[in-house]
């Protein structure tokens, strides 16, 4: 039971996913510090200010902030963004570059099918 969870921590794919998880929330960190400095004003600048980011509304007592949720949304695409071009796209050409390259050589005909096709081409040589 122990040895399986050494193979299973020492594989390479559980290692890369750690990295991406560390990787992923600092970059979290970047993206909502853009978010906090330039997207959030930007949406007060243009929902008439305030001390909320774009507003809220009440409905029977209950506060909406909606401000918030399009902040989420703009964080979203604009991680979702930024890992499809700088991460997905550029892996992907690399996949299909190193595809082509692994292309298996074409395999030499063995002697039984090279002395079929002579005896093929000597038939089709001969008047019916």
């Known amino acids: 039971m122990v040895r399986g969870f050494r193979e299973f921590i020492l594989r390479g794919n559980v ?3 750690a990295v991406g998880i560390v ?3 600092a970059f ?3 993206v909502n510090a853009f978010s906090n400095g330039f997207i959030n004003p930007l949406i007060k600048a243009i929902t008439g200010g305030g001390a909320r980011v ?3 509304f009440t409905v029977n007592g209950a506060v909406f902030d ?3 949720f399009i ?3 703009l964080n979203f695409l604009i991680v979702a963004a930024i890992l499809y071009f700088l991460v997905v796209t550029p892996i992907n050409r690399l996949n299909e570059y190193f ?3 692994d292309k298996p050589a074409v ?3 063995s002697n039984e099918e090279k002395l079929l096709a002579e005896i093929r081409d000597e038939l089709r040589r001969r008047p019916g």
């Open 15 to 17: 290692v890369d996913l």
């Open 23 to 25: 990787i992923g929330a």
């Open 28 to 30: 979290t960190a970047v």
């Open 54 to 56: 774009g507003g809220t």
């Open 66 to 68: 909606y401000g918030a």
């Open 71 to 73: 902040t989420a949304i």
């Open 99 to 101: 595809k082509r390259e």
């Open 107 to 109: 395999a030499e005909p």
